[in-house]
């Protein structure tokens, strides 16, 4: 198959299947389908600032268009539907030596960005009552396995995720994920955690809201031979006066290692060992427009932090670094303001600054390092641009003792969805 024909394979499979059910009488399947088409423009430029570093830049511009479709269910006890996602990356501009930026993929060989790259996934669905098993491309938000959505296309993974709401505040999880595809990828790899690879990923657990205001959540993770983990964490809104409001969002992980202990990270000085603790969290006070954030974070014990992907959930999951490596103690402080109170809806300002220290790695012991970013986004609120948004970020990070390559890198991202039915 050429690559012009996966392109349009992805972008044309949802709408088929789409078209398909149409044509059937299965009244509430059709009904409660729906589907869109998004549109992103993105251009990065990563400069190297450390002496040295085997890259001066990194520069491209793609556009990537993604197509979903979500089916409803059919009529009766037992219920059974269909999603669709096609997803294709186009390359604007890039070059050999401006490559590796996460929009586009490389050859493993010429090293050259590829012009596209595509991916349709397909999830069978089916719901009894209150619970949906799906059974396909997978693209989870939990804080044992989440799917990654900064660059050019959104990440996926493959398996089978049950959620059940059964309980009123109660939402239950129980998958198992064998492979993923990641953001600038058109293949489905092997689940797998520094280089080394898993069979799967299983996973339980879920959330249970006490109040409208406070929910807690318990999930238990498993990558064989790798790691296993346990999360809990701890959300709460206050609301303490008019206008203002207090959010707490408390995280903590216990990741030991599992099975045949085979995975050994040759960048830690411990043999790269998995047996830490991760605390992680944030208060977060709105104020009317404002909103002040204030973050701290410990991991202790031996080796990195261990996580699939991309996304690890920490507060400082941020622009460019996520502040994993073992024994980082960082804090974060943050502000966001919204321009609607000065009667410019749709525009909105953040910034962040995170600091970190005692960092261990197999050359630095107690090394630091730091990230500061700027986001202004505006999202046009009415006429025939409505729905269309344009964000630049700006992310500058220094890492001290050589621990990372320093890197200065803006954004620009264009974005729109339309909604087709």
């Not at 050859?107 to 960005?113: F, H, I, N, Q, W």
């Not at 949906?132 to 660059?151: E, H, M």
């Amino acid at each position: 198959m050429t690559k012009s024909s996966r392109t349009a394979l992805a972008l044309a499979g949802p709408l088929c299947i789409a078209s398909t059910f149409s044509s059937s009488a299965l009244a509430d399947l059709i009904g409660d389908s729906k589907a869109s088409l998004e549109a992103r423009n993105m251009y990065l430029s990563r400069d190297f600032r450390q002496h040295g570093a085997p890259q001066a830049k990194a520069e491209e511009w793609a556009q990537g268009f993604t197509l979903r479709f979500e089916s409803g269910f059919t009529e009766g006890t037992v219920g059974v539907g269909l999603d669709a996602i096609g997803q294709v990356g186009l390359k604007l501009d890039s070059s050999r030596d401006r490559r590796n930026t996460g929009l586009l993929p490389f050859g493993a060989d010429s090293l050259e960005p590829e012009d596209d790259y595509s991916e349709l996934g397909l999830t069978a669905k089916l719901r009894v009552s209150k619970s949906v098993l799906k059974v396909g491309t997978l693209q989870p938000q939990l804080p044992v396995a989440a799917y990654n959505d900064v660059r050019l296309l959104s990440s996926t993974y493959s398996g089978g995720l049950l959620t059940s709401q059964e309980i009123d505040g109660l939402t239950l999880n129980l998958g198992r994920l064998d492979k993923i595809n990641l953001r600038d990828s058109s293949s489905n790899d092997e689940m797998n955690y520094g280089g080394v690879a898993s069979a799967h990923l299983d996973l339980a657990g879920g959330s249970y809201a006490l109040t409208p205001n406070l929910s807690l959540s318990y999930y238990y993770a498993e990558m064989e031979d790798i790691y296993r983990q346990h999360f809990v964490g701890l959300v709460h809104n206050a609301t303490l006066g008019e206008g203002v409001t207090l959010k707490t969002d408390l995280r903590f992980f216990d990741t030991g290692e599992h099975g045949d202990q085979r995975f050994r990270n040759p960048n830690r000085v411990d043999d790269g060992r998995i047996d830490n603790r991760f605390f992680n969290g944030m208060l977060t006070l709105g104020v009317g427009a404002h909103k002040f954030g204030l973050g701290y974070q410990r991991l202790s014990g031996d080796g990195d932090f261990a996580y699939p992907g991309l996304d690890p959930y920490s507060i400082n999951l941020v622009t460019f670094n996520v502040f994993t490596k073992a024994e980082t103690d960082a804090w974060q402080v943050r502000y966001d303001y919204d321009f609607a109170s000065l009667g410019i809806p749709g525009l909105s300002f953040m910034t962040r600054y995170v600091s970190a220290k005692d960092i261990n790695t197999a050359s630095v012991e107690n090394g630091r390092e730091w990230e500061r970013d700027t986001d202004l986004v505006y999202v046009f609120q009415s006429g025939m641009l409505k729905g269309f948004n344009v964000r630049l970020r700006n992310a500058t990070f220094r890492s001290g003792d050589g621990l990372t390559t320093d890197v200065d890198e803006n954004r620009i991202i264009l974005g729109y969805t339309l909604p087709l039915f």
